[in-house]
């Protein structure tokens, strides 16, 4: 059996409290932090712009996961299961997906952006 005085057995009760409010501390701030950097959306897609070509779009994010026209787009959009614009599309939308952020850019008939919203699943 372990021998403590009764000093060190005081100063082992009030060092659990300690250790459980650290943990806390953890569990509560520094994983949502955490969580919150993970799901921000890339800086590329904070990068896109109105009047920008549909060609500078694809050379920045790549091929879309989604190029839609428009007459089917949002029932596509539904199907993701993430925020959508409820915008008219006037040619065609490409749709980027990343972790928990769906990009929508619309292209006009001429090739260029002309609205940009960002959604959440």
Not at 76 to 104: C, M, Q, T, W
Request: a negative charge; glycine letters at 4%.
């Amino acid at each position: 059996m372990l021998c403590m005085s009764k000093y060190a057995q005081t100063r082992l009760i009030w060092l659990i409290p300690l250790i459980l409010m650290s943990a806390a501390a953890v569990l509560f701030l520094v994983i949502p932090i955490a969580a919150n950097i993970i799901t921000a959306p890339p800086r590329e897609y904070r990068a896109i712009e109105v009047g920008m070509r549909e060609e500078q779009v694809k050379q920045l994010l790549g091929e879309p996961w989604m190029d839609s026209s428009e007459a089917s787009a949002h029932r596509d959009f539904r199907d993701l299961g993430y925020e959508y614009p409820l915008r008219e599309v006037s040619h065609k939308v490409l749709v980027y997906i990343e972790g928990d952020n769906a990009l929508y850019v619309y292209i006009s008939l001429e090739g260029l952006v002309e609205y940009v919203y960002l959604g959440k699943s």
